[in-house]
């Protein structure tokens, strides 16, 4: 035993430094056992411990520093000895010493094996071929990636959790991609036969193609021995330029296996309810250990817990991990999944309560005991109850079981919120955190510093949102007691057409009068501009009053950057641009020494124009057929495109034709927040389409819409609203969904999160927007026609106006002298702000307050 | 009428106060080479502070949005957002943080309202 043999500092080492290795780590810490303890790490992979769990978004825009786990400073401020690149190669348990790859023999009072899995690769001819890959690390990734860049076809092997993973990703490389699944439905381990069927149905109308009930038998190879297809059990081939296997992963127990550690049958660390191998020294946490319960955890959660565990032992505390619960929720390709309790009914006697809608692919199934005990569930398609249901499993809810699975809509609403939960209900069950500890919180930062719910996988973050007390005052800031919505039905009935009106009519008693906010200012100005052609206010943002509302880049129609001068963006619809008005572009910014980029959304950004300068910009833009690209408002951004049919091989639809209808249909239209879109002319994809508020893709058929999706900080999917439109289905149903999103959205809401709130979500929307449940559409298409009709083009009204252009001067009393502040200097071969200029202090010291 | 803006050089003539729109500002360049701000609010007040925003040292100030907070009016930089009372220029969002401020005055009543 470690405390029969004391030492100053014992030295623990810890071998593997993934999420598990993390938390051990994070657990010392916060016990202050990193200061009791001399603690070196042996990490594999050339990084520190990141997200493995959201690998996958590495390809929707995570870059590795957003998925890693590990604070800056972190070993430093411990006192910790991290070694990244130079695994652990043996292990001498008489000697208690452990040897790395680069011959460090570092001596230990304590061992922790934290080595994971590892990918299981059938052991199929061809495996080893360039081209064949597995789905576990960032440099997995990395490689996925450069390979598929000049490749159009791909196969994942593994049609589980993982493998729908990799097969998402792989089609959102662009990859033409099929999945092969032993078992004869997709995520056999978490879903039945029924949530498979519907999970089937949509990953297929992503494109993707299924095969289930087949195995691999070989990987067939070209003459440069590279990936060229594969063989299957049933004797068919299929071609694929690379394959990526996912069938599973085994526990790396090679190291304990070498040094004479009790390992399982199956593998697996064999460990005690305190994390402890057969040598008490030496502990084993997360996926390459075998639990006391006979079970290899693969998930995080579990996982967590053993290193708490571990911690726990170490400093001679009572905790014992005994086995998990198994239960998840995911979003794979956009389809949410979750699986709980007693999924599959293996208890004897249980029963089924299903609710199937294969048209909008949604799978719910409850599986209760006769008694009417919740024993667990599958929701395909449809996982917001998880939330929920999970924390009832054990006991009997307090509405019938069917109710629970119908949809809202369908029979009477349950109103079963959080509050229906037992104190003890676990709601977070990765950090293993109950609904007691969770209500003794205030605020969801509160609960994520005090109790760590909420931090790991991230499903119960929107329980945990129903538990905390709701903000008494929804008002949209210290002048209005009502939200961005209520303020847009006050404007669109009273049929106001000035911020003073409404403030001394509506506003709170003590802010009549008065001069309002930076807050409600821009969000009435936006919500009168996109009124204003059916209100008969001026649609010209900045005439009279209006232009007391706008923020600095609406009001100089520009983009201010950081030292006070300004962006430019002319609008290119679809990306599409002629190469004489790319040469007009390019003279206006040598003639005007900007610095010129090109941005995500298929424009060119120019940057460094003053005040006085924007006038004179806009005239030669105007002159050669520009119009303004609303870059600065809360406005319709660009519709992106792929170059579709007319030259793609793979194009089924004009993606380019079509984003130009789109981008000028709804140019210059005023919104909550900013609006962006995209056209992709196949399954493909090139354009990205999912990842923004409104998206078109191409089927051979028409076009789906897709809605609310979102790239930035929280990237989100969009949702699939409706298929196979007709041009103008299209056309409509979006007309219908931007004037219902701007007249019920919050200030500053994008379409991802609005979708998220929106009480009902995609169904709900859909019963609006589509089936017209609330007799909206029409009022909704004629705010929309009128928006269409009576769109101007805001920089050339204002250089037609002397008295607009009055603004565009540096200083009131000097007009002409540009201002002394902006200054640039050089920069590969163009110029940035020179900030000395301004003596600022350091940026880190500085941060938005608000 | 006119507004009159006193800079260390003495009272200078910043422009029209027609040339001012209630909620906004303007900048105004000072003698020595700096800059002021200066603000008309919708009860018709003229206020004048420094045009730099101390948090970016960009001369912005002057192109941010009116407000009001206790019934004080302040204006919000455009850059960063923090908030300055437009009477004290002390920073409502950080309690380090200050800018000048210069009394201003229309020429016509020749009275001083800040």
Redesign the interface.
């Known amino acids: 035993m470690a405390a029969a043999t004391p030492t100053p500092t014992p030295a623990i080492v810890l071998i593997g430094h993934g999420m598990v290795g993390q938390r051990y780590l994070e657990a010392l810490a916060e016990r202050g056992a990193t200061a009791t303890h001399r603690i070196t790490v042996l990490c594999e992979e050339p990084r520190p411990a990141y997200d493995r769990v959201h690998l996958t978004s590495y390809f929707s825009g995570s870059t590795p520093e957003d998925l890693s786990l590990t604070p800056a400073g972190f070993m430093e401020q411990h006192g910790i000895e991290l070694h990244l690149g130079d695994p652990a190669e043996s292990i001498d348990r008489d000697a208690r010493t452990v040897t790395s790859r680069s011959g460090r023999v570092i001596p230990y009072d304590v061992l922790v094996l934290a080595t994971g899995s590892q990918p299981f690769v059938p052991p199929v001819p061809g495996k080893d071929a360039p081209g064949c890959f597995v789905y576990r690390t960032i440099e997995d990734l990395l490689a996925i990636e450069d390979y598929a860049r000049t490749r159009t076809s791909g196969a994942v092997v593994g049609g589980g959790l993982l493998g729908l993973e990799a097969a998402g990703a792989l089609s959102g490389l662009g990859l033409a991609t099929r999945v092969v699944e032993f078992a004869p439905r997709l995520m056999p381990v978490q879903v039945d036969e029924g949530g498979g069927a519907a999970l089937l149905r949509t990953v297929e109308s992503m494109g993707l193609t299924v095969h289930t009930g087949v195995g691999t038998q070989e990987v067939l190879t070209g003459s440069d021995g590279s990936v060229t297809g594969m063989r299957l059990s049933d004797g068919s081939t299929v071609d694929a330029d690379l394959v990526v296997f996912s069938a599973g992963v085994r526990p790396r127990d090679h190291l304990a296996r070498a040094s004479g550690l009790t390992v399982g049958e199956r593998g697996g660390i064999g460990v005690d309810a305190r994390c402890r191998t057969s040598d008490p020294r030496v502990y084993a946490i997360g996926e390459c250990a075998l639990a006391v319960d006979g079970r290899v955890y693969g998930l995080v959660g579990p996982g967590y817990e053993m290193a708490e565990t571990a911690a726990e032992d170490l400093l001679g505390r009572d905790k014992e991990f005994t086995g998990a619960d198994l239960s998840t929720k995911l979003k794979l390709l956009g389809v949410d999944v979750a699986s709980f309790g007693d999924a599959h009914g293996t208890a004897p006697d249980s029963l089924d309560v299903v609710y199937s809608d294969s048209r909008s692919g949604v799978y719910k199934k409850l599986v209760v005991s006769p008694a009417g005990v919740l024993l667990g569930g599958v929701l395909v398609g449809d996982a917001e109850a998880y939330g929920l249901l999970r924390p009832l499993t054990g006991s009997v809810p307090p509405v019938s079981p069917d109710r629970l699975v119908l949809p809202a809509g369908l029979g009477a609403p349950v109103a079963l919120g959080p509050s229906a939960l037992p104190d003890s209900a676990v709601i977070c069950s990765c950090h293993n955190v109950t609904k007691k500890e969770i209500t003794a919180c205030a605020t969801l930062p509160e609960v994520k510093r005090c109790t760590k719910a909420g931090t790991g996988c991230g499903s119960c973050v929107k329980t945990i949102g129903l538990l905390l007390p709701a903000a008494t005052d929804r008002g949209l800031c ?2 209005f007691p009502f939200t961005r919505a209520e303020l847009y039905e006050i404007v669109r009935t009273r049929r106001l057409t000035s911020f ?1 009106q409404l403030l001394d009519g509506h506003g709170r008693e ?2 009549r ?7 409600c ?2 969000t009435v100005g936006s919500i009168i501009a996109s009124l204003a052609p059916t209100l008969g206010a001026s649609g010209y943002v900045l005439d009279g ?1 209006q ?3 706008q ?3 609406d ?2 129609l520009a983009n ?1 950057q ?3 001068s300004y962006s430019v963006v002319p609008r290119i619809p679809g990306g599409e641009i002629t190469p004489d008005k790319l040469i007009v572009i390019g003279e206006v910014a040598r003639d005007f020494g900007l610095y010129t980029k090109i941005t995500g959304g298929q424009r060119i950004d120019l940057f460094g124009a003053g005040v006085d300068q924007l006038p004179q910009i806009w005239a030669r833009l105007v002159e050669a057929g520009f119009e303004s690209g609303h870059a600065y408002g809360k406005a319709l951004r660009t519709v992106k495109s792929c170059v579709g049919r007319s030259w793609c091989r793979y194009g089924v639809q004009d993606s380019v034709r079509m984003a130009i209808d789109l981008e000028l249909r709804y140019r210059g239209l005023r919104a909550p927040h900013k609006l962006k879109s995209a056209v992709s002319g196949c399954a493909r994809e090139c354009a990205e389409a999912q990842s923004k508020d409104f998206g078109v893709i191409a089927t051979a058929q028409g076009w789906n819409l897709y809605v609310g999706g979102n790239g930035g900080a929280s990237p989100r999917h969009a949702d699939l609203l409706a298929q196979d439109l007709s041009d103008a289905e299209l056309v409509r149903l979006i007309d219908r969904f931007l004037m219902f999103y701007i007249r019920t959205a919050d200030r500053l809401e994008r379409t991802s999160t609005w979708l998220d709130r929106l009480e009902g979500g995609l169904d709900h929307l859909r019963e609006v927007i589509v089936y017209d449940s609330l007799g909206l559409c029409a009022e909704l298409e004629a705010l929309m026609a009128d928006h269409v009709a009576h769109y101007r083009d805001e920089w050339a009204e204002t250089l037609r106006d002397p008295e607009r252009l ?1 603004r565009f001067v ?5 007009p002409g ?1 540009p ?4 200054k640039f200097v050089p920069e590969r071969d163009q110029v940035k702000p020179d ?1 000395a ?5 350091p940026l880190e010291a ?5 | 009428m006119t507004v009159e803006l006193l800079a260390p050089e003495g009272w ?4 029209e106060l027609s ?1 001012l ?4 500002g ?4 000072l003698p020595d ?1 700096s ?1 002021a701000a ?1 603000f008309l ?3 018709g007040s003229a206020y004048a502070i420094d045009n ?1 925003d101390p ?6 100030l002057s ?7 206790d ?1 004080r ?1 302040f204006v ?1 930089s ?6 300055f009372d437009l009477g004290s220029g002390r920073c409502l ?2 309690g380090e943080a200050a800018v000048r401020t210069y009394p201003v005055r229309t020429a016509v009543t020749s009275a001083a309202v800040a």
């Open positions: 210290g002048c003073e003590k802010a009068g008065g001069n309002g906010c930076e807050v200012k821009p009053e232009a007391a509302l923020d600095t880049n009001h100089f201010l950081r030292n006070g009055r540096s200083f009131v009393n000097a002298a201002d002394p502040t902006v900030l200029v301004l003596d600022i202090r500085v941060g938005g307050t608000r | 200078l003539t910043v422009c040339a729109t209630p909620g906004r303007v900048a105004v360049l080479g800059q200066v609010t919708r009860s730099r948090f970016t040292g960009a001369a912005v192109r941010g949005l009116i407000g009001c907070a019934g009016p919000a455009p850059l960063l957002k923090q908030r969002d950080d």
